[in-house]
C-alpha cells in the first residue's frame, strides 16, 4: 500500500476509534448495567469482586481518561487523564496485550489515581481492543489486599472475554458505520463518479487550508482530520443520479441540471440514514459530515444552492472543501472540458474570494502554493463526470 493511502487508512482507523469511544460514552449506561448484573452472577464464585469498571483510552492524549463502572450509570471523569506509564504494572499488561494481576497499586498519588483505583486494594485487569486498536481496561476490584489467586485471575479471564465480546458488540455499529463511509467513499470512485485522483486531491487541499486556518479559527487537529476524512465523500449523493446525466458529454439542459444539482439531497438523505440506521445520531463529530455533503454548493454571496445561504450561515467545513473542490475541479480533465493549469486555477480561485468563496481558505491556498502544487503532482489525473 503506498505512503498516502496507508496514511489515509490509519485516518479512518482513528476515526472509528475515536467514534467508538464517544459511542462508549454515550452508552455508559446500558454497558454499566452490563457490568452490575456479571458481578451479582458471579458475586458467590468471585466474593471478592465488589466493582467491574472500563477504563477508557484516549489514544490522542495517551492516557485513560474516562471510566465506565457497575457503581455509576453515569461515565466517571478521570479529570485530565491517567497515564498508563504511572502504574507500569498496567502498562505491562497493556503492552502483552493479556489479563493479569495488579496487587501493586500505582505510585503516583494524583487525584486522577484515586479516582481510577479508588480505595480498592487489588485488581485483575484485562485490557481490551477493538478491530486491533487499544480501547481500554476492564478492571475487576476488590477492597481486599491480595485478593485474587491465579486460578481467581483465569476465571475472571474468561469474564473479561466475555464483557469485551459484549463491549465491541454495543460499539459495533460505529465499526460499521465507519466500514461504511469507507465503502460509499471507494463506490463513488468505482462508479466513475469522481477519480480518484480528485478525491485525493481535493481532500488533501481541504486538509491543507484546515491547517492552515486552525490557529486564528481555534480548531483543533480532531477537526482537520474530519475534514480530511469527510471531504472525499461530499459528493456521495452522485450515486444516486443517472449515468445519462452523470456521464454526459455534452453540457446539460436546464432540468438535466436540477436532477444533477439534487445530488447534494440526496447524499445528504444517505449520510442521515446511515447515522439513523446505526443509531449513531448523537455522535456529534457526524454533524461535520453532514454540513460537507449538504453544503459544499453555498457560496458566500447566498448564489450557492440548494438553500442559498449566505456568508458564516455557511458552516466553516463546507466553505474549506468548496474551495479545495472547486480548485481541483478547475485543474480535472472534465468530458466536456481542458483541465486548467495550475496558475490559471489559482488566479481564479483568487477572482471568487469574498464573492464565491472564503476569504481566509483562499489566502491559505495561495499562501501554501508549493504544497498545492506537489499534492497536484502526487495524484495522477483522469477524467472526471461533471462537477454537479
Ligand atoms: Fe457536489
Ligand atoms: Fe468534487
Not at 496485550?97 to 500505582?106: E, H, M, V, Y
Not at 457526524?286 to 453555498?298: F, G, K, P, S, T
Not at 491556498?365 to 503532482?377: K, N, P, S, T, Y
Request: aromatic letters at 6%; glycine letters at 6%; proline letters at 4%.
Amino acid at each position: 500500500m503506498d505512503a498516502p493511502r496507508l496514511a489515509a487508512n490509519q485516518s479512518w482507523h482513528r476515526l472509528a476509534d475515536r467514534l467508538a469511544r464517544q459511542a462508549g460514552i454515550l452508552n455508559a449506561a446500558s454497558i454499566s448495567a452490563k457490568f452490575r448484573q456479571l458481578r451479582q452472577r458471579i458475586g458467590r464464585r468471585q466474593p471478592a469482586i465488589e466493582r467491574i469498571a472500563l477504563a477508557l483510552y484516549d489514544s490522542r492524549r495517551g492516557c485513560l481518561r474516562n471510566l465506565v463502572d457497575s457503581d455509576h450509570d453515569e461515565l466517571q471523569s478521570l479529570g485530565s487523564g491517567f497515564p498508563l506509564a504511572d502504574w507500569p504494572a498496567l502498562a505491562a499488561l497493556v503492552r502483552s496485550g493479556t489479563g493479569g494481576l495488579l496487587a501493586q497499586r500505582p505510585a503516583a498519588t494524583s487525584t486522577n489515581a484515586e479516582r481510577l483505583c479508588q480505595a480498592f486494594a487489588s485488581s485483575v485487569a484485562h485490557p481490551i481492543t477493538l478491530d486491533g486498536t487499544f480501547f481500554g481496561v476492564l478492571l475487576f476490584d476488590s477492597a481486599t489486599v491480595d485478593a485474587f489467586g491465579a486460578p481467581d485471575v483465569e476465571e475472571i479471564g474468561i469474564y473479561a472475554e466475555l464483557l469485551s465480546t459484549m463491549v465491541a458488540q454495543e460499539l459495533s455499529s460505529v465499526q460499521m458505520f465507519v466500514g461504511g463511509l469507507q465503502l460509499a467513499r471507494n463506490l463513488a470512485h468505482l462508479r466513475d463518479i469522481e477519480t480518484g485522483a480528485h478525491l485525493d486531491r481535493m481532500a488533501h487541499y481541504a486538509r491543507l487550508i484546515a491547517r492552515e486556518i486552525a490557529a486564528a479559527r481555534g480548531l483543533d487537529d480532531e477537526f482537520v482530520e474530519h475534514v480530511f476524512l469527510f471531504a472525499p465523500l461530499h459528493d456521495i449523493g452522485k450515486v444516486g443520479v443517472p449515468d445519462c446525466i452523470l456521464l454526459k458529454p455534452s453540457s446539460l439542459s436546464e432540468e438535466e441540471k436540477q436532477v444533477m444539482d439534487g445530488h447534494v439531497a440526496l447524499g445528504l438523505d444517505m449520510i442521515d440514514r446511515m447515522i439513523a440506521d446505526f443509531g449513531l445520531s448523537r455522535l456529534p463529530q457526524l454533524e461535520l459530515l453532514r454540513n460537507i455533503v449538504a453544503h459544499h454548493h453555498e457560496y458566500l454571496d447566498g448564489s450557492g444552492y440548494p438553500q442559498g445561504l449566505a456568508a458564516d450561515a455557511i458552516p466553516l467545513e463546507a466553505r474549506i472543501v468548496a474551495t479545495a473542490d472547486v480548485l481541483d475541479a478547475l485543474c480535472c480533465r472534465r468530458r466536456y472540458k481542458r483541465s486548467w493549469p495550475m496558475a490559471e486555477a489559482l488566479e481564479e480561485v483568487a477572482r471568487m474570494s469574498g464573492s464565491k468563496l472564503d476569504r481566509e481558505c483562499v489566502a491559505a491556498v495561495l499562501r501554501c502554493r508549493e504544497e498545492v502544487e506537489a499534492i497536484h503532482r502526487r495524484f495522477d489525473e483522469g477524467t472526471a463526470s461533471h462537477p454537479g
